[in-house]
């Protein structure tokens, strides 16, 4: 895998009615490495998913370019949206074989099943499922398809806190023995903490990179609640303007 270049000089809404044009984004320019973890914290409307949008080619309308860093192809996507978005006539299996072009890759969602502990699930309809486990299904999904990057859009903000803290357990088991490049969007900042290995933070609309920080918490470490809090209030001390942020 290759580092993934994002340059977006300008992400502009036109104006509509009595609303005025509204720049969401401007010279942002970000690196994200091969096989690194990194989540974006920002406020509310800053346009975070703007910019998964048009990193994953739902939004053309912008200047700029994204690809990879050695050679002129866009990197391929998985792209975990806020709702799972399961196709409700589909079984799980069902649904994660749609984005799967090689029938040989039958193994690798067994394989992605077992990893998410949804082997027993597998031929059960989204209707029957629990959120967790629709979460854990749309994250099985994407991982399915070997992205170059794999986009998340707050996909656990609106589980209870057990269940968030097991499947971002399960998906960080997952990622470290399929790694991807992963950027992951989140306002929790202890969240953050626990999965990344680098936290950018941005600024309100236009949207800018404000500082970006490394995660000295060994992987082994990330489950102590303890460790977790103790760098957040360094970073709280240290950088008083995220607070402004969360």
């Known amino acids: 895998m290759s580092d993934i270049q994002i340059n977006?000089?300008?992400?502009?809404?036109?104006?509509?009615?009595?609303?005025?044009?509204?720049?969401?984004?401007?010279?942002?320019?970000l690196t994200l490495k091969s096989g690194e973890f990194i989540c974006l914290v920002g406020p509310s409307g800053c346009g975070k998913t703007t910019l998964l949008n048009i990193i994953a080619d739902l939004d053309n309308d912008y200047q700029g370019n994204i690809g990879l860093s050695q050679?002129?192809?866009r990197p391929k996507i998985g792209?975990?949206?806020?709702?799972?978005?399961?196709?409700?006539w589909r079984t799980v299996r069902e649904n994660i074989e749609l984005v799967v072009d090689d029938p040989l890759s039958i193994h690798i969602i067994d394989s992605l099943l077992e990893l998410m502990q949804l082997t027993a699930s597998q031929h059960v309809y989204p209707e029957r499922l629990s959120l967790g486990m629709s979460r854990r299904a749309s994250i099985t999904?994407?991982?399915?398809?070997?992205?170059?990057?794999?986009?998340?859009d707050e996909p656990f903000v609106s589980l209870d806190a057990p269940t968030a803290r097991?499947?971002?357990?399960?998906?960080?088991?997952?990622w470290q023995q399929r790694p991807h490049?992963?950027?992951f969007v989140t306002h929790d900042l202890r969240e953050a903490i626990a999965l990344a290995d680098r936290i950018i933070f941005l600024s309100a609309s236009p949207m800018s990179v404000?500082?970006?920080?490394?995660?000295?918490?060994?992987?082994?470490?990330?489950h102590d609640e303890t460790a977790i809090e103790t760098f957040r209030q360094q970073l709280l001390n240290d950088y008083p303007a995220i607070k402004q942020l969360l």
């Open 8 to 29: 977006i000089i300008n992400k502009t809404y036109p104006a509509i009615e009595q609303a005025e044009a509204h720049t969401a984004i401007a010279d942002l320019n």
């Open 71 to 73: 050679q002129s192809a």
């Open 79 to 88: 792209y975990i949206f806020q709702n799972p978005r399961l196709l409700p």
């Open 141 to 152: 999904r994407a991982f399915a398809v070997e992205p170059d990057l794999l986009l998340m």
């Open 166 to 174: 097991q499947v971002r357990a399960l998906l960080l088991s997952l």
């Open 181 to 183: 490049t992963v950027l």
């Open 210 to 222: 404000i500082s970006e920080i490394s995660v000295p918490i060994p992987r082994a470490e990330r």
